[in-house]
């Protein structure tokens, strides 16, 4: 059935368009559902907003990731089980926030400035640790491993480090959950089973959104003669990172800046520790070409956003950040393309 159905949208040109468009849209309505339902829920519990970003919203939007990466770690195409969460990660920061400061600037929490971007810099330092350092077969002082920028791999052990910090994130996230309770809100008026429905709906529908538009996009672009390196460092990435971009720029014109930076913050932390994470158990992800510095610009994205919003005086990213961050993305893009 699978099989007939993704045949159906890549051999019919038709099919292709229609795919994209039907993702786009429950990708829109999938992001205000899940934005109004999951904000009401907190306000609801006395949660805040940065928190429900940081799990329930952000594993959502996670999924096609998730899935896109865990498929392609059972089937060994490993390459692109890297490549769709570091590019996935990439625009998340720079894309998604960016086009999003452009809309409204996005304000941050301490907890933000102090814990979540920092844990996002971490997981592109330890992937690219992991990708550029070969472990011995044997331990000795003589011989603790080797480094290049090309030969290493995420390993079972680095993906059960990763799990492992991933299990201590989330841990963190609900410890400040019951701390710090949102006060600020009006209480809606609404049923909490119709909030989990709006959750609930609002989720599949990003999720087969996601899925239509990637499948869509893949057939537009084999069918336009595109190597697959190029479908899996743009169509793969961006497509699987669009209900991040939906989420976030509705929350944006909402002005729920919480939402929309915990949502990118805790998608990126769900990205790496998590589905790199439980990729690296099913099956050992090695480097591939260029990887190193894929990470390296997945670090500096955080990084970038960590600067904006401790220095500034209101602590928020702002719309010329936001120009900066897209045209920082734009060259890097250009590069990576021209090597291929």
Known sequence: MIDAFEQLIVLNPWTMAIAIIVGFVLLIYGADWLVEGSSDLARRFGVSSLVIGLTVV????S??????????????????????????????????????????????????????IPVSILAGILVFLFVIYTPP???????????????????LWGGIILLLIF?????????????????????RLLPVWKMLLL??????????????????????????????????????ALGTSLPELATSCVAAAKHNSDLALGNVIGSNIFNVFFILGVG???????????????AAMVVLASVMVWLFVTFTKKHEIKRWHGALLVLVYAAYLTYRLMCI
């Open 58 to 61: 952000a594993f959502g939007t």
């Open 63 to 116: 999924m096609p990731e998730f899935i896109v990466s865990t498929i392609a770690a059972i089937e060994e195409n490993t390459e692109i089980a890297i490549t769709n969460i570091l590019g996935s990660n990439a625009i998340n920061t720079f894309i998604i926030l960016g086009f999003t400061a452009l809309i409204y600037p996005i304000a941050s929490q301490r907890s933000s400035r102090v814990f979540d």
């Open 137 to 155: 077969t044997t331990w000795s002082w003589d011989n603790l491993g080797s480094f290049s920028l090309d030969n290493g791999a995420i390993t």
């Open 167 to 187: 299990c201590s994130f989330m841990v963190h996230s609900f410890h400040i959950a019951k701390r710090n309770p949102d006060e600020s809100g009006e209480i």
């Open 199 to 236: 959750i609930v709906l609002g989720l599949l529908g990003l999720v087969l959104g996601g899925e239509l538009v990637v499948r869509g996009a893949t057939g537009v672009a084999q069918t336009l003669g595109v190597s697959d390196a190029v479908i899996g460092l743009t169509v793969v």
């Open 280 to 294: 690296a158990v099913i099956h050992p992800l090695p480097a591939y070409p260029g990887l190193w510095l894929d």
